[in-house]
């Protein structure tokens, strides 16, 4: 007898999942974090690999039957430590939250100081926001970005280490629309004698395609998600020299982990893989592009950017002048088959729960094949939206006319 399959055995389940694939067709995701990971890589995913405990690392493991994972989990670390150049891997963590929180434990104890960037300044909770563990069991200090033009302060990231002496410093941002000067920060950690941490988790995939300038050579260790800009599963994975490797291993497991997600590693090493192809740099490099087009098409419909542009594959855009919220805006924007976060802009004076602005990604519609030429199109009809929230004309008539857009482009991953 073969075995039921999901809609048989749980059809609310398989319909919401398939309800799921056919929003991911239809809209237009523009979520910065998100992505459509290749239909090889979700394959590896949602493996057999499940089904297998693997406490510690390939050739030293606490359960028999290791053969095959050892040789994935290998595979995946040697093709990690190729695309990116370094000397260490570590892709067990299992999401990029964990992963920061690994490299705190393994250079800190509770109430040692760390140096990062303020959530509300584009960086991310786990680099010492106050309400995280990392802000919480240490005694986190953070710098922010200019007020004249909304970059990342150097001098004050200096000034802070020179008084609070940490022993962690943190690079790296959530939402922030420039390039990261890895070598500056190199140098404040380095005179201060402290650890420098670059977390690469949105741009790892415009680093390993060379649309971003690396951290290699600069940061002591870097932490990354699998699942933005790199097209893998969800995960997470932690980079660094051979000097660091011992510390960061242990502090993963058995410091922070029991058994590691052994399809995540799979749908790692196929990820990998496909970056390591000569066709990812120009994937990379189209995000890039795809990102400054949009941001031209909105700037030219009197939309304001933060920082006036963008580097990467990032826009914040801030509505106070058009006199609507961030949290209205992307209510609507999804009403007309646009899918974006709202989000604080540097010295927001709204709440975090109603901002003043939208961040806007490009590496979804990217991995659709989409080009410059559609970023003009998809700009117009989010400033149409934006200038009119409450019009559900406006609504119905632009997700009518970027059906006719996204039937064009099919997307990676989905069965259809
Ligand atoms: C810079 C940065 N670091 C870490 C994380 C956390 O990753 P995860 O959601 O996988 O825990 C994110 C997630 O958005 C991020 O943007």
């Excluded at 690469?200 to 971003?212: D, E, R, T, Y």
């Excluded at 540097?346 to 989409?370: A, E, N, Q, V």
Aim: proline letters at 5%; one cysteine or more; charged letters at 20%.
């Amino acid at each position: 007898m073969t075995e039921p399959t999901l809609t048989q055995v749980d059809p609310e389940i398989a319909s919401l999942i398939q309800k799921e694939e056919q929003r991911q067709l239809d809209v237009i995701r523009l979520i910065a974090s998100e992505n459509y990971a290749s239909r090889a890589v979700t394959e590896a995913a949602a493996s057999v690999l499940n089904n297998k405990y693997s406490e510690g690392y390939p050739g030293k493991r606490y359960y028999q039957g290791q053969a095959n994972i050892d040789a994935i989990e290998s595979l995946c670390i040697e093709r990690i430590k190729k695309l990116f150049g370094v000397e260490h891997a570590n892709v067990q963590p299992y999401s990029g939250s964990p992963a920061n929180l690994a490299v705190h434990y393994a250079f800190l104890r509770p109430g040692d100081k760390t140096v990062g960037l303020g959530l509300p300044a584009g960086g991310h909770l786990t680099h010492g926001w106050k309400v995280s563990i990392t802000g919480d069991f240490f005694s986190a200090h953070q710098y922010g970005v200019r007020e004249s033009d909304h970059r990342i302060d150097m001098d004050q990231v200096a000034a802070l280490v020179k008084e609070h002496k940490p022993k962690l410093i943190w690079c790296g941002t959530t939402a922030y629309p420039r390039t990261i000067d890895f070598a500056a920060f190199a140098q404040i950690a380095r005179d201060a004698g402290a650890i420098l941490a670059a977390d690469i988790a949105h741009i790892s995939g415009l680093v390993a395609g060379g649309a971003h300038p690396s951290p290699v050579g600069f940061a002591d260790i870097i932490t990354s998600t699998t699942h933005k800009t790199l097209r893998g599963p969800r995960g997470g994975m932690i980079l660094t020299t051979a000097k660091h490797a011992a510390a960061i291993d242990k502090a993963v497991f058995p410091g922070l982990q029991g058994g590691p997600h052994n399809s995540a590693i799979a749908g790692l090493a196929v990820a990998a893989h496909e970056a390591l192809q000569p066709s990812f740099k120009v994937y990379a490099k189209q995000i890039v592009d795809n990102a400054k087009a949009l941001a031209e098409a909105l700037m030219s419909r009197d939309v304001t950017l933060v920082t006036g542009g963008t580097d990467n594959h990032l826009i914040l855009a801030d509505l106070t002048s058009k006199n609507v919220s961030g949290k209205k805006a992307a209510v609507a924007l999804e009403a007309a088959g646009i899918v974006c976060n709202y989000n604080s802009v540097p010295f927001d004076k709204r709440k975090p729960f109603d901002p003043s602005g939208i961040r806007i990604g490009t590496p979804s519609i990217t991995s659709r094949g989409m080009t410059v030429a559609d970023m003009k199109t998809i700009g117009n009809w989010m400033a149409d939206v934006i200038e009119a929230p409450e019009d559900t004309k406006v609504h119905e008539r632009v997700k009518t006319e970027l059906l006719a857009l996204t039937a064009k482009y099919p997307a990676p991953g989905l069965a259809r």
